[in-house]
Nanobody, 113 residues
Framework: QVQLVESGGGLVQAGGSLRLSCAAS????????MGWFRQAPGKEREFVAG????????DYADSVKGRFTVSRDNAKNTVYLQMNSLKPEDTAVYYC??????WGQGTQVTVSS
């Protein structure tokens, strides 16, 4: 009965920003690492960003460092991905992940040239 629901995806122009949210329900995940993966058409799913249970440690793919910021609010059981300076190559379906075990259904992010 665990449910992870992503929101905030959409269509933006290159250079624009989006903020993705992933709200978890069914149980509390404050002790779990949380993060984001993405999958572009014809490509494998890849790691984007992660954050440990306390928010003290973050990790990013080289392709998004300096542009994306992952954060979490354990009181709300939610993880966020702030995406700035978006590029067309960021276009993908973005998936929320908790503890490398639970997955959201994905939200589409499309960045136009």
């Amino acid at each position: 009965q665990v449910q992870l629901v992503e929101s905030g995806g959409g269509l933006v122009q290159a250079g624009g920003s989006l903020r993705l949210s992933c709200a978890a329900s069914g149980r509390t995940f404050r002790s779990y690492a949380m993060g984001w993966f993405r999958q572009a058409p014809g490509k494998e799913r890849e790691f984007v960003a992660g954050i440990n249970w306390s928010g003290s440690t973050t990790d990013y793919a080289d392709s998004v460092k300096g542009r994306f910021t992952v954060s979490r609010d354990n009181a709300k059981n939610t993880v966020y991905l702030q995406m700035n300076s978006l590029k067309p190559e960021d276009t993908a379906v973005y998936y929320c992940n908790v503890g490398l075990r639970y997955w959201g259904q994905g939200t589409q992010v499309t960045v136009s040239s």
